[in-house]
């Protein structure tokens, strides 16, 4: 479960996020919506204890962040717009490493490799691999914990239908997880949602259930 | 803790032996600069203090090419995150840094400290080499763990290739002052004594607070 009470977060002077208050249950998908600079990625980056609140509550997994972030690192998948991956190495190497830092078997760096279709290229260097199957990777390195809380930054980025298609059960509403989900398609982020969270400016304009939320409301953020 | 250091020193080596963007041009920095003195100062063998003073002085200049680079790769392509969003010790990273940059020195002065026996060095390095041991060692140590430090402090800055040596060089200047005094005396041509042991137990006690200072702070850096 996630609670955000008044969150705020500054950069300098800016406030990327100003009295972000939101309450999202186990297991339910919340989609972001926001141009660019509306503050979605530092949204994510506080939920994943990468960045700290500068004032307001922010509850995680039932823990209290910061004070608590060391006890949900671990339970939660992050997959954003770098693929925290490293260019030099192969897809089963820079695996194998994730797998080592969350104490996951090696076992399960191959089933991952599996899941996203990418074993016939799992020995190259991914400075080598096209975008989408680089995205491919990053989704199982953000899978491989079996993390309770995915955090995705516009996830489907540069991944073909049939891509997307592949990750679904890794990522998708059919996981199960509890998702934050940032993106720019009304049509398919409003199918996805439980909930939606419109921001402009660091603001919540919108914080409504998905169903009460029309693809017009999500355009006028934009204009 | 071993584990997570186990692997995050693996990747690191791998890193660097894919890329070669550290070791080689630390090794080949040296050998530059030794054929530089050999020129500039006009004389074709050196010993004693001078001598000790080069090879220190170069040793320091070359590592700080692998400290400017210690954290770039997790910089630039998001392996801080991957490593902060991990369930792990903080301090396991400290350690493998550590140890990575301890490696790429001792690969360096493979390479430097023959260099320097041949291109420059007026008394056999054969004589001097068992007591320059200590030195090196504990040179690398202060250097491995000062760097570790300063690299992790800079490379979250704009301006982290200006940075790096600057707040480097003065905390490193301790440790050439203590390596060149302990290894003057090896490299003298008639009678050479062995290390001076008051600068060896110098250098000792620097590394030994140094290195509790960047296990202090370590975690503090990583922090937003």
């Known amino acids: ?223 | 803790m071993r584990r997570t250091v186990g692997a995050l020193v693996r990747k690191e080596l791998l890193v660097e032996l894919r890329t070669l963007e550290s070791v080689p041009g630390m090794a080949l920095f040296a050998v530059t600069t030794f054929v530089v003195f050999h020129f500039a100062l006009n004389q074709n063998t050196v010993s004693g203090q001078e001598a000790a003073g080069i090879l220190w002085v170069t040793l320091l200049f070359a590592a700080m090419l692998g400290v400017n680079r210690l954290f770039v790769a997790d910089a630039d392509q998001g392996g801080f995150d991957g490593f902060l969003l991990a369930p792990v010790d903080r301090t396991a990273l400290l350690l493998a840094k550590a140890l990575a940059l301890l490696c790429y020195l001792l690969v360096l002065e493979l390479v430097a400290v023959p260099a320097f026996g041949l291109l420059l060095l007026g008394p056999p390095l054969g004589q001097a080499l068992p007591g320059l041991l200590a030195p090196l060692a504990l040179g690398d140590l202060g250097v491995a763990a000062i760097g570790t430090l300063v690299a992790a402090l800079a490379v979250r800055t704009r301006a982290r290739d200006l940075l790096g040596p600057l707040l480097a060089l003065p905390l490193l200047v301790p440790i050439v002052i203590g390596c060149a005094r302990a290894s003057a005396p090896l490299l003298v041509s008639a009678h050479p004594g062995g290390p001076a042991l008051r600068w060896i137990a110098t250098l000792a006690l620097y590394d030994l607070v140094f290195g509790l200072i960047a296990y202090a702070v370590f975690d503090f850096l990583l922090e937003d």
Do not use: C
Not at chain 1, 81 to 90: D, G, I, K, S, V
Not at chain 1, 170 to 175: N, Q, R, V, W
């Open chain 1, 1 to 223: 479960m996630i609670e955000l009470d008044r969150l705020v977060r500054r950069y300098g002077e800016r406030e990327a996020l100003s009295d972000v208050s939101l309450s999202l249950p186990t297991g339910k998908t919340v989609v972001v919506f926001g141009p660019n600079g509306a503050g979605k990625t530092t949204l994510l980056r506080v939920l994943a204890t990468l960045l700290r609140p500068h004032s307001g509550a922010v509850t995680v997994l039932d823990r209290q962040l910061p004070d608590e972030a060391w006890r949900v690192r671990g339970r939660i998948g992050l997959l954003g717009h770098e693929p925290l991956l490293y260019r030099e190495l192969t897809p089963r190497e820079n695996l194998r490493y994730h797998a080592r830092l969350h104490d996951v078997p090696q076992e399960r760096v191959q089933e991952r490799l599996q899941a996203v279709s990418m074993t016939n290229r799992a020995d190259e260097p991914l400075r080598t691999l096209s975008r989408g199957m680089v995205q491919r990777v990053a989704v199982a390195r953000a899978t491989l914990h079996d993390p309770e809380l995915l955090l995705l930054d516009e996830p489907y980025a540069n991944l073909d239908p049939a891509a997307i298609d592949l990750v679904m059960p890794l990522i998708g509403a059919e996981s199960g997880r509890t998702r934050v989900v940032s993106s720019h398609d009304p049509s398919r982020g409003l199918a996805e949602a439980d909930l939606v969270l419109g921001l402009r400016a660091g603001r919540a304009v919108i914080v409504k259930a998905a169903p009460d939320v029309g693809p017009e409301e999500i355009a006028e953020l934009y204009r």
